[in-house]
Structure formats: structure tokens, C-alpha cells
T-cell receptor
Framework: DAGVTQSPTHLIKTRGQQVTLRCSPKSGHDTVSWYQQALGQGPQFIFQYYEEEERQRGNFPDRFSGHQFPNYSSELNVNALWLGDSALYLC?????????????FGPGTRLTVT | DQQVKQNSPSLSVQEGRISILNCDYTNSMFDYFLWYKKYPAEGPTFLISISSIKDKNEDGRFTVFLNKSAKHLSLHIVPSQPGDSAVYFCAASATNTGNQFYFGTGTSLTVIP
């Protein structure tokens, strides 16, 4: 049983560019959450998708947007990249009918903005 | 505003001894707390949790203690093993804010053989 997978593993972008990160949830999971983990910090909640809708959002600007597909996979898009967007981006999946704290994390995508 | 704080960035413990990792929070509405363990190049994995109606939860070598009046929780690992060497994050959430978790900055535990 594959766990949560994310692609790409690493990414280098230039300031001002746009980036798309991808996440496939664990089998049987229908809810996807995205987190940003800056160096030396804990993960910060960006948003959560359930039934292809954004269900909750953390304190992130509109430059951060997402999408969930019918197969429950998800994308995180970041527009107009800043140097400060350099971070590890983590995806976590869970089941909508289970307690919300039962989430499983992927290995993350390391984004570097130069 | 950091609502969950782990003030010790690192901790070293001898194998077989007790490891105590601490976490403080500021939001009195938090009612569910978790500890995650993270190895390099892997995502965090759930370790143990506790709800605010309890003051202790135990799972094998891992015990989490919650002191609501002090807004403090701690994770005890007894006995510590070299395989426990990892970064440990505490996280908290409040039922009335749905599914948003607030994470601490992590404590890097090294268990010395």
C-alpha cells in the first residue's frame, strides 16, 4: 500500500515565477492538507481540500492556491514566488470519516527560490 | 505569533535513559495535542496524542503528559533507543477551528549508544 507521494522531490525556481506541486494521497484517503515548513520551523498549515473544495485555509496569501481532483490527488500552486517561499512543502492525507488528526504525511517537496 | 513552542532545539540522551521533550502553548482553546516524529528526508509520522480531557496517555515506551493549567505538555520516552533519534514536533488544535494544526519548531533528539 503506497503511502502519500509527492512530486517533484526538489525544485529550483526564480523569483517571480510560478510553481505547481503535486500530491497523491494514501489509498482510501479523500482529504488532503498542505503545509509549508521553513528551515528551522515547524510545519504551517496552508489549506485543506475535501470533495474537491477548499475546506479550511491558514494564514497564507492568495498567491497560494490549490486544487483537488476527482481521484483525490491534489496540487498546490504558488504564483509570483518570493525568496521567502523557499521551504519544504508537505502534503498530508486523511479520511474524511475519521478523526481529523489521523493524517499521514508525504516526504515533501523542497522548493528553492533564487 | 507562535502559539506552540518547543524551547529546546536539541536534546542528547544516553541509550536506556529517559528522554523528556517539552512543549508549551498559548491558546487556551486548544483541546487536542499530538506528537510527531520526523526522520531526515521523510514526512512527519504520528507518534502519540492526548485530548484535553486527559492528563496522561501512554503507548509502550512513549507517554505524553498534559498540564492544562500550565499550558504545557511533555513527551517521555523510556527507555530511549538509538532508533528514537529524530526531530520531534508537538502540534495542537482546537475543535472550534476545525482541522488546523499548529506545530512547534521541533526538538532534535539524539540517543547516544
Amino acid at each position: 500500500d503506497a503511502g502519500v507521494t509527492q512530486s517533484p522531490t526538489h525544485l529550483i525556481k526564480t523569483r517571480g515565477q510560478q510553481v505547481t506541486l503535486r500530491c497523491s494521497p494514501k489509498s482510501g484517503h479523500d482529504t488532503v492538507s498542505w503545509y509549508q515548513q521553513a528551515l528551522g520551523q515547524g510545519p504551517q498549515f496552508i489549506f485543506q481540500y475535501y470533495e474537491e473544495e477548499e475546506r479550511q485555509r491558514g494564514n497564507f496569501p492568495d498567491r497560494f492556491s490549490g486544487h483537488q481532483f476527482p481521484n483525490y490527488s491534489s496540487e498546490l500552486n504558488v504564483n509570483a514566488l518570493w525568496l521567502g517561499d523557499s521551504a519544504l512543502y508537505l502534503c498530508a492525507s486523511s479520511r474524511g470519516d475519521r478523526p481529523y488528526y489521523e493524517q499521514y504525511f508525504g516526504p515533501g517537496t523542497r522548493l528553492t527560490v533564487t | 505569533d507562535q502559539q506552540v513552542k518547543q524551547n529546546s532545539p536539541s536534546l542528547s540522551v544516553q541509550e536506556g535513559r529517559i528522554s523528556i521533550l517539552n512543549c508549551d502553548y498559548t491558546n487556551s482553546m486548544f483541546d487536542y495535542f499530538l506528537w510527531y516524529k520526523k526522520y531526515p528526508a521523510e514526512g512527519p509520522t504520528f507518534l502519540i496524542s492526548i485530548s484535553s480531557i486527559k492528563d496522561k496517555n501512554e503507548d509502550g515506551r512513549f507517554t505524553v503528559f498534559l498540564n492544562k493549567s500550565a499550558k504545557h505538555l511533555s513527551l517521555h520516552i523510556v527507555p530511549s533507543q538509538p532508533g528514537d533519534s529524530a526531530v520531534y514536533f508537538c502540534a495542537a488544535s482546537a475543535t472550534n477551528t476545525g482541522n488546523q494544526f499548529y506545530f512547534g519548531t521541533g526538538t532534535s533528539l539524539t540517543v547516544i549508544p
